[in-house]
């Protein structure tokens, strides 16, 4: 019994803390994300990346079941998060791209993925917040204008190795005006010298004339 209740006890303390640094939130001078896991990162996380994939075709029931399950616990999160703060974008963690495009396909992210990124988009903008970013490494390109019709409205971190031969930032955000970016500005410069920083550097005033940028670098600077 000692036990159980020192369980419970630790559980609320920990619940306290959490509340006191969302509190701490409220009156900042600073943009603030909420983050979470999204729901390409949940089923990899929980069935391994070729299941995953596999699922979409094979166990569409089970994946149906799954994304449910994930949504609820989400929103269920977010309205408590939302009670104490109002951050200024949801940021969902998906990696859902790698170097050449999408792990899944344009057709299967809107029939799965875009009604469960539709249930935290409601929930959120009832709440005032009307930014949720998708933090994806790779080119996501394709799932751009797919994710849109669930709520996404922004994407992260636009890496910009893997956009040789592909639309800049300027062209994509000129094609789709409502997107927000963040990134875009190629890490390995940073090892290449200052007229390789330069070059970075001199790309960056175009996007923060179009609006809605914020420029980073484009993923962890490696040592």
Request: with cysteine; proline share 5%.
């Amino acid at each position: 019994m000692a036990g159980q209740g020192a369980g419970r006890l630790g559980a609320g303390a920990r619940a306290f803390r959490r509340r006191l640094a969302l509190e701490s939130l409220r009156d900042r001078d600073y943009p603030a994300s909420l983050w979470m896991y999204g729901f390409w990162a949940f089923l990899r996380r929980m069935l391994g990346f070729e299941s995953a994939c596999l699922a979409f075709h094979e166990e569409s029931g089970l994946l149906r079941d799954m994304l449910d399950f994930w949504a609820g616990y989400l929103v269920a999160h977010i309205e408590l998060a939302l009670e104490v703060f109002t951050p200024d974008l949801l940021m969902i963690h998906e990696d859902v791209a790698y170097n050449h495009g999408p792990m899944v396909s344009p057709q299967s992210a809107a029939e799965f993925l875009v009604p469960c990124y539709a249930r935290l988009a409601d929930c959120a903008q009832a709440r005032g917040v009307d930014i949720l970013c998708i933090d994806c490494d790779g080119l996501p390109d394709a799932l751009i204008p797919v994710l849109c019709a669930g709520g996404i409205n922004a994407w992260s971190p636009f890496e910009m190795v893997c956009r040789d031969g592909r639309d800049d930032l300027l062209t994509l955000g000129r094609r789709y005006p409502w997107l927000r970016m963040l990134g875009g500005m190629n890490k390995l410069a940073l090892a290449q010298g200052r007229a390789a920083i330069n070059a970075v550097v001199a790309t960056i005033p175009p996007l923060v004339e179009r609006g809605g940028f914020i420029p980073m670098i484009d993923h962890k600077v490696q040592e």
